[in-house]
């Protein structure tokens, strides 16, 4: 089956510093990639994905980048704030023959702690 | 995004009883799934809930210690039975993709504490 491989495990920038946690994952026929965001107590947010037909995603100051043929993908926060301090999953997800339909396979997660 | 509620948010139980945790989403669901979190750990998944047929269990999980329900498209439950402390942890539903989309959300999940 899948596995996803997420590093590093801990990350601690200063406030207003670019922030960037990296995936690999060993099924080369996934095709979804999203990250979720988990504040303490709460639940996994998705904060953005990528699918395999595109290389790069962004929404303000998230993006995630995809190589395909590596096999990894990126999640990049820029002008990182306190706010942004939270643990962040990255995912996989192999769609039943082609549709949307699969599991997801979850990194290992990333504490991110971003100080003011 | 769908709506998801869970009850109970946080339960206490004794060992060797058995606790049953819903999932209600507000719109109807092709998937639906269940997933533990151990306390500082990433996410699991349980099981695979379609309407209309047996769960799918993942690799570890097995029918007798988590049974799940789907009754319609938009509830299930998920029973943790004859407990143990070591099934103390968070219990996640999720719910997935409308036809054409990848999307998966979580509801809050059920704290569990087993004594």
């Known amino acids: 089956g899948e596995n996803v491989e997420q590093h590093p495990s801990t990350l601690s920038v200063q406030e207003g510093d670019s922030a960037v946690i990296k995936c690999t994952y060993s099924?080369?026929?996934?095709?979804?990639f999203p990250w979720y965001k988990q504040e303490l107590g709460k639940r996994p947010q998705l904060i953005i994905d990528?699918?395999?037909?595109?290389g790069e995603k962004k929404d303000q100051r998230i993006a995630v980048t995809l190589n395909k043929t590596a096999k990894h993908f990126s999640l990049h926060i820029t002008e990182t704030q306190p706010e942004d301090s939270a643990v962040y999953f990255c995912?996989?997800?192999?769609?039943?023959?082609?549709?949307?339909?699969?599991?997801?396979?979850f990194g290992q997660g990333t504490i991110l702690t971003v100080h003011p | 995004s769908a709506v998801i509620s869970q009850k109970p948010s946080r339960d206490i139980c004794q060992r060797g009883t058995s606790l049953t945790i819903q999932c209600q989403v507000d719109?109807?669901?092709?998937?639906m799934f269940w997933y533990r979190q151990q306390p500082g750990q990433s996410l699991t998944l349980i099981a695979t809930?379609?309407?209309?047929?047996?769960?799918?269990?993942e690799s570890g999980f097995v029918i007798d210690k988590f049974p799940i329900s789907r009754p319609n498209l938009t509830f299930s439950t998920l029973t943790v039975s004859n407990m143990s402390p070591e099934d103390s942890s968070i219990y996640l539903c999720?719910?997935?993709?409308?036809?054409?989309?990848?999307?998966?959300?979580f509801g809050p999940g059920t704290r569990l504490t087993v004594t």
């Open positions: 999720s719910v997935g993709p409308g036809q054409g989309a990848y999307e998966q959300y």
């Open positions: 719109s109807q669901v092709t998937m």
């Open positions: 995912a996989a997800k192999k769609g039943q023959r082609g549709t949307s339909y699969g599991k997801l396979t």
């Open positions: 099924d080369s026929a996934s095709n979804y």
């Open positions: 990528i699918r395999s037909n595109v």
């Open positions: 809930a379609n309407q209309g047929s047996e769960a799918t269990y």
